[in-house]
């Protein structure tokens, strides 16, 4: 082959590339490509969401990505507009043989690569896509009869079988990197502001961004990762690997983070097998979406469709704003709010508190995360929500729901994260703070913070909510 263009997706990395290696093994000549997709971006704007900071994150990943491309001979080329038609015309214009890239799992990716598909081979070129962002995907893994994994832990078990050093084994780009090649000209990266998006509070953060910054990450979290299993439900301490939004950029790399787990996990330690499982979750959520893409608009269970959710607008605006009467509830969103980022733990209590305290639908928390987490990816995201609701692939009845005091008093013991994200409340003791609205008003008075004054009064009675809960889901047991 004498010429292929690699097209940059969710895999803004120059190492252990698949697509990226494919390209530079096939052909003399290799360019590379990003396109800053607005069928992608419009709809954002259009959503008044002009400050998102995953457009930063994503900048500041092109940008480095640039870089490190053009220290290698060869350059990235970047264009905005929409992918489908760009990608098509610079493959026109490059006169490439053939356009690499890596899967993608989600359904308008899938109908925008068969869009780009067609047009490439109308021209006389293909479109050739390889794994990357999955340990296992598409039917790698079935049952013994031949059907997708339902329930994750019989898969879970599954993949552990399957695997073999072969399939965490990093793609070596540097050895082919000869073949990178740059165009004749090129246009400069834009920023947020040229795309259309204003700047947010991403750099106070401190959000390492780009391969370099998920490899500091990564590195971090190796340091620490034997008391994963110990640390990793407590929000105010650091036990998560702070990872998802690197993988769901592809600026960090699915096989070295699962080697390592492996090989730690194999040495006996506890932590690294909790966290290989959670890496397990993500292939799990991402065949289940490529299975059945049904699920991104309704339940998994077909059943539970029948439920008949609450509309309440005033009952939404208070849990999207953190109004709620309930510490823990209230802490967790306003971390999402100001940061873009929520404990694992607080995504299962508050997304509990919404479907099953609220009697709210799933989708509407669900579309909430999607436009403010910094790590949002559709399998994750619609299948946590749909566990959380009862709805998709779990094998726990409906009837678990959890209770936001006993969560936080669990979980939080000394009200740390909810003093970090709800200061009027830190005059509270340590077992004051989990439900203070049963405080006697002197004592209230005394912390500094009078409910339904300086902060909201529960908006439901727990006990009360759990009761009409198993009410609204009796429609599925009758059906």
Known sequence: MDAALVWFRRDLRPHDHAALYHALRAARRVYCAFVFDRAILDPLRAQGLVADRRV????????????????RGGALIVRHGFAAEEIVRLADELRVDAVFANHDYEPEAIARDRRVDAALAAAGRRLLTFK??????????????????????????????????????????????????????????????????????????????????????????????????????????????????????????????????????????????????????????????????????????????????????????AWCEGRTGYPLVDAAMAQINRTGYMHNRLRMVVASFLTKDLGIDWRRGERYFARHLNDFDLAANNGNWQWAASSGCDAQPYFRIFNPVAQSEKFDPDGAFIRRYLPQLAGFTDREIHAPWRVPIARQRAAGCVIGVDYPAPLVDHATARRQALERYAVVRRG
């Open 132 to 317: 990357d962002q999955v340990i296992f995907d598409r039917d790698e893994l079935v049952t013994g009869a031949g059907k997708p994994f339902s329930v994750f832990t019989p898969y879970r078990n599954a993949w552990l079988r399957k695997l073999t050093p072969f399939h965490v084994k990093s793609y070596p780009v540097e050895r082919y990197a000869a073949a990178l090649s740059r165009p004749e000209r090129s246009e400069p990266i834009p920023s947020p502001a040229q795309l259309g998006f204003s700047v947010t509070n991403l750099g106070s953060l401190r959000l390492a961004t780009g391969a370099t910054g998920g490899a500091r990450v990564f590195d971090e979290f190796k340091e620490r990762i034997g008391d994963y299993d110990r640390l990793r439900d407590f929000p105010a301490r650091n036990g998560p690997s702070h990872l998802s939004v690197h993988l769901r950029f592809g600026t960090v790399s699915i096989r070295e983070l699962a080697a390592f787990a492996v090989e730690r996990a194999a040495s006996g330690t506890s932590g690294a097998e909790v966290w290989l499982s959670e890496l397990i979750w993500r292939d799990f959520f991402q065949q289940v979406l490529w299975h059945h893409p049904y699920v991104a608009a309704r339940a998994f269970r077909p059943e539970y469709d029948r439920i008949r959710w609450s509309d309440d607008p005033e009952l939404f605006a």
């Open 56 to 71: 930063e994150f994503i900048v500041l990943a092109v940008r480095e990505l640039a870089q490190s491309l053009n220290e």
